[in-house]
Structure formats: structure tokens, C-alpha cells
T-cell receptor, first 116, second 109 residues
């Protein structure tokens, strides 16, 4: 079974702090994703990565950056946390099918981040 | 642009059948997913449709009409454990997914 793990389930940080959220998957998936989930807004894509050292902006990348130095690990960085970044952060991974078709994304348990 | 619409909340009774609709307008289409998410947990995969028609998987079925930009998830013989949010997501391309805001289903005894 695919396992996607995230470094923390709950995190409390102060405004202006630099925050690292880590995600690790154990199935050798090429694709990894970071989402945030907010009530009434659903899941929104922040960044994704097709391969090591590759990254692409999603729909809401402002205020975030990412790092993928190893295939199994994808980190989300909040350079200077702000209160509007209080949210549930979900990491996911997938492996692409041929012909451009999709394979399912497997999600981690999420990190609930509170910025005070 | 990308737009995915689904009802915010639905209620149903244990043992009944419920249909959750999803309409979409996206710049590309490489398939439509349904995910289930229990409160406080991660989304889990339910179904994937890329061709028109019905896909059946036990008590759950998913239907797709690409020409109408429409899908539905059908849940039969509802159980209390089916109380969850159901997320419709479209793959416009490049392995990304665009999610709807989700439909919260409440199953009562």
C-alpha cells in the first residue's frame, strides 16, 4: 500500500516565522503535490512537482515555496508565516499513466497549521 | 478558467440511494475523479471516469457525460459510515487535479 506521511499533524507558529512542512512517500511516485483545504473553498493546489528538482506553481503559490531534493520527499516552505495561512495542508503523490491519463493521487493525513 | 460545481450538503436515510452531481468547465479534460473524505481525515480515492458511461464498484457507481460536462456519484444501500464529504475533481492535464468544494453527505438512521 502507498503510504504518504507528513511531519506533523498539528503545528502552531507565530506570524513572521519560517515554517517547513515535510511530506514523504514510499512508492517511488514521480508526482507530488501540496494543497491547502479551507471550509467553503475546497482543496486548492499550491505547488506540484513532476520529478526531483522540478516544481510548478499551482493555483495559489503566493507566500509559499517548495523543495524537492529527493524523489520521495517534497517540502512546503512558508517564508514568513501570516495569519491567512492558517489552514489544513495536504500532501499527495501519484504516478502518471502513459498517454497522459491519470492515476489516482494518494493523500497524507494532513497538517493543521495555526499561525498566531 | 476552471469551474467545478457540486451541492454543498445533502441528507439521506440509512438504506436509501443518493446521487451527488458534479458539473465542470475546465480548459482541458483527462478524466474525472471522486474522492471520499471523512471529517479530520485525508481524501481517499473512490472512482475515475475518462470515458462516457457508468462505472460500478460495489455500492458506489460513477457516471460521466463529457459532452454535458457532467458527472454523478451514486451511493446505494447507504450506511452510517457513508457520512462524509465527497469531492469531485477534474484532471485538466499535466497530472494536476482541480477540485470542487465538496458535498457533505449526512446519513441518518
Amino acid at each position: 500500500d502507498v503510504k504518504v506521511t507528513q511531519s506533523s499533524r498539528y503545528l502552531v507558529k507565530r506570524t513572521g516565522e519560517k515554517v517547513f512542512l515535510e511530506c514523504v512517500q514510499d512508492m517511488d511516485h514521480e508526482n507530488m503535490f501540496w494543497y491547502r483545504q479551507d471550509p467553503g473553498l475546497g482543496l486548492r493546489l499550491i505547488y506540484f512537482s513532476y520529478d526531483v528538482k522540478m516544481k510548478e506553481k499551482g493555483d495559489i503559490p503566493e507566500g509559499y515555496s517548495v523543495s524537492r531534493e529527493k524523489k520521495e520527499r517534497f517540502s512546503l516552505i512558508l517564508e514568513s508565516a501570516s495569519t491567512n495561512q492558517t489552514s489544513m495542508y495536504l500532501c499527495a503523490s501519484s504516478s502518471p499513466l502513459s498517454g497522459g491519463l491519470y492515476n489516482e493521487q494518494f493523500f497524507g493525513p494532513g497538517t493543521r497549521l495555526t499561525v498566531l | 478558467g476552471q469551474n467545478i460545481d457540486q451541492p454543498t450538503e445533502m441528507t439521506a436515510t440509512e438504506g436509501a440511494i443518493v446521487q451527488i452531481n458534479c458539473t465542470y468547465q475546465t480548459s482541458g479534460f483527462n478524466g474525472l475523479f471522486w474522492y471520499q473524505q471523512h471529517a479530520g481525515e485525508a481524501p481517499t480515492f473512490l472512482s475515475y471516469n475518462v470515458l462516457d458511461g457508468l462505472e460500478e464498484k460495489g455500492r458506489f457507481s460513477s457516471f460521466l457525460s463529457r459532452s454535458k460536462g457532467y458527472s454523478y456519484l451514486l451511493l446505494k444501500e447507504l450506511q452510517m459510515k457513508d457520512s462524509a464529504s465527497y469531492l469531485c475533481a477534474v484532471g485538466p492535464g499535466f497530472q494536476k487535479l482541480v477540485f470542487g468544494t465538496g458535498t457533505r453527505l449526512l446519513v441518518s438512521p
